[in-house]
């Protein structure tokens, strides 16, 4: 029986043996950092300024501040380790689920923070303190400030990590919690209503609650190995039973690695007739060139060898 098997993936040029490929956060470290950097130091001064004018929607806006700080930190800490971190006999594929728990980690810190901001504000509503309104304004801006560099920052990574992706979403609710702010505490100096600044806080915690979900979802997804959202197994399955010198294809399984690094593998019964080395570069090129499959291992059986493994059903 002969078998072929089959890894690809992008290189630069002389790449080192059992150099890490980086990840997506890998790439966007720079970003990262400053984004830690400007956060932290804008954290402590919008925490103190929350508890000294006794505003629920600064302390709420000043906890998505703090958990922007560990979301961010948590990230560029797993990216720094996930990058620098060889594949070992104990961790063949390196830890770059390692960034996956981070995005699930950080999806879960920021849905307990919204829980409580919305509690609290319930809790307010019947005894509303008196907030200062100038101190909450100027605040509020200049966590605007913060929050925005950090938005720009992060954003370009976001689209193709989901470790970063975390990060941003939280700076991203962070920023429109600072515009909420600003604008209640304009409307508390202006008017002197003291509601506004539960009703902003329970805006901001409803505005968090979807998108935070939405990424919980994405980083389970990856845990349990589902298939990526844009690809068919049926569909890779058919193109590759289609290939020349190709009979069948079977036990053909698509899954994430972490953000923007899929893995396939596939078993192919080639012809009696057909080279396997031809077959396996066929199926190696179709999986790269139209499915942007590059982390792949392929199985090429002779016609007639005797081996089957369980077909899935789908």
Not at 47 to 72: K, N, P, R
Not at 108 to 113: N, R, S
Not at 138 to 166: I, M, P
Not at 245 to 257: F, I, K, N, Q, S
Request: aromatic share 4%; with cysteine; charged share 15%.
């Amino acid at each position: 029986m002969g078998h072929g098997h089959s890894h690809g993936h992008a290189a630069g040029p002389n790449p080192d043996v059992g150099a890490v490929e980086l990840s997506g956060a890998g790439r966007h470290l720079r970003p990262l950092a400053l984004s830690f950097a400007v956060l932290a130091t804008f954290a402590v001064v919008e925490v103190s300024v929350g508890v000294l004018t006794s505003s629920l929607a600064l302390i709420s806006d000043a906890a998505h501040m703090v958990t922007d700080v560990a979301c961010v930190g948590m990230s560029l800490a797993t990216a720094l380790l996930v990058n620098r971190r060889t594949p070992s006999a104990r961790h063949t594929f390196g830890l770059y689920r390692a960034e996956v728990l981070t995005a699930l980690a950080n999806a879960v810190l920021m849905l307990g923070v919204a829980a409580f901001v919305l509690v609290e504000a319930v809790r307010r509503i019947g005894a509303l303190p008196e907030v200062a309104g100038l101190p909450v304004l100027l605040t509020a801006a200049g966590g605007l400030v913060a929050n925005a560099v950090s938005f720009v920052a992060l954003r370009a990574g976001a689209r193709e990590s989901l470790n970063v992706r975390s990060a941003y979403l939280e700076v991203l609710s962070d920023t429109v919690g600072s515009v909420g702010v600003l604008v209640g505490g304009a409307l508390m100096l202006a008017f002197g209503w003291r509601w506004v600044d539960p009703v902003v806080a329970v805006g901001i915690g409803l505005f968090i609650v979807p998108r935070t979900v939405k990424l919980g979802l994405q980083a389970l997804r990856i845990l349990v190995q589902s298939t990526p959202s844009h690809l068919d197994p049926v569909q890779v399955s058919e193109a590759l039973a289609a290939l020349d010198g190709v009979r069948e294809a079977h036990d053909v399984h698509l899954w994430t690695l972490t953000s923007g690094m899929e893995v396939a593998s596939a078993h192919l019964i080639s012809a009696s007739d057909a080279d396997p080395s031809k077959v396996l570069a066929s199926a190696q090129t179709l999986l790269s060139d139209r499915f942007g499959l590059d982390h792949v291992t392929v199985q090429v059986e002779p016609a007639g060898s005797g081996t089957r493994c369980r077909v899935p059903r789908w």
